[in-house]
């Protein structure tokens, strides 16, 4: 029974299949064709149209800055006299400084000066050697000179010897030096009473002197000076070609030259 109760059931399925097998194609709908399909339009929005807008160029002119000299390679000093002037004008202090070139320098400093020149001798009516030496200090902001001039027709054949001290004005500055002096004097020697006598000098009289330097460097340069003597027995008046060495120089000092630069930059 079970046997043929199996033939049947594999006969209908059979013949299931062979029915499905002879259907058209157009009538077999897959799940995807069943639904409805829906076409989407896309909207296009007009748009504007949009104006360039009109460009203009601005050109900004550069800052004009000073012309900034490297401090090392300078050729004026400009800068550093009015630094100095200002110094000068504040409260007096010895030990006051000014660096220059990466060296530092006493403003208040003293300073020896050695010369030789010419010298008209009214006590002999001629014009002779004068060599001279001088020594000048300060006390504060007061300036005095102490020193001499060796009068004679050669170095070490002298008719006059002649001693002064004085006070002064002094102007000085980075590269240059111009000094007054005024006081008395103290005249040792010879002088003619006539063609072939002459007789002893001791006197004292006024002395006044006129210096100008050109710095070589701020602590020694060369220059020139003038000077006149008088007293009741001669007057001496002469020129000469000077040199000086002062002590203002303390020593060398590194400087931060963009710092410097900044200092005095104007826009």
Not at 15 to 22: G, H, K, T
Not at 149 to 174: F, M, T
Request: hydrophobic share 35%; glycine share 6%; charged share 20%.
């Amino acid at each position: 029974m079970v046997k043929w109760v199996l033939y049947i059931v594999f006969f209908i399925s059979a013949y299931n299949v062979l029915a499905q097998n002879r259907l058209p194609a157009d009538s077999i709908q897959t799940p995807s064709s069943a639904s409805p399909t829906q076409t989407i339009t896309p909207v296009v929005t007009p748009t504007t149209s949009v104006q360039p807008l009109p460009t203009q160029t601005i050109t900004a002119k550069p800052k004009k800055f000073k012309h900034l000299k490297d401090p090392r390679k300078k050729i004026d000093f400009k800068r550093e006299n009015k630094e100095l002037i200002k110094l000068y004008k504040d409260t007096f202090d010895r030990k006051k400084e000014i660096v220059l070139q990466n060296n530092r320098y006493r403003i208040y400093n003293n300073y020896l000066s050695i010369a030789v020149g010419k010298c008209y001798n009214s006590g002999w009516k001629e014009t002779d050697l004068c060599t001279a030496f001088d020594f000048n200090f300060h006390a504060a902001k007061l300036n005095f000179q102490v020193g001499g001039n060796l009068v004679g027709p050669a170095l070490w054949n002298n008719n006059c010897i002649q001693l002064h001290a004085g006070w002064g004005y002094r102007i000085e500055r980075c590269n240059y030096l111009l000094a007054a002096y005024g006081g008395i004097s103290f005249s040792d020697g010879y002088y003619l009473v006539s063609d072939t006598l002459k007789t002893r000098l001791t006197a004292i009289g006024a002395y006044a002197a006129l210096q100008a330097y050109y710095k070589i460097k701020f602590d020694y340069g060369i220059g020139i000076s003038t000077f006149f003597d008088a007293n009741a027995k001669q007057t001496l008046a002469g020129i000469k070609l000077e040199l000086f060495f002062s002590g203002a120089y303390k020593g060398h000092k590194k400087i931060n030259y963009a710092k410097e630069d900044e200092k005095y930059q104007v826009p």
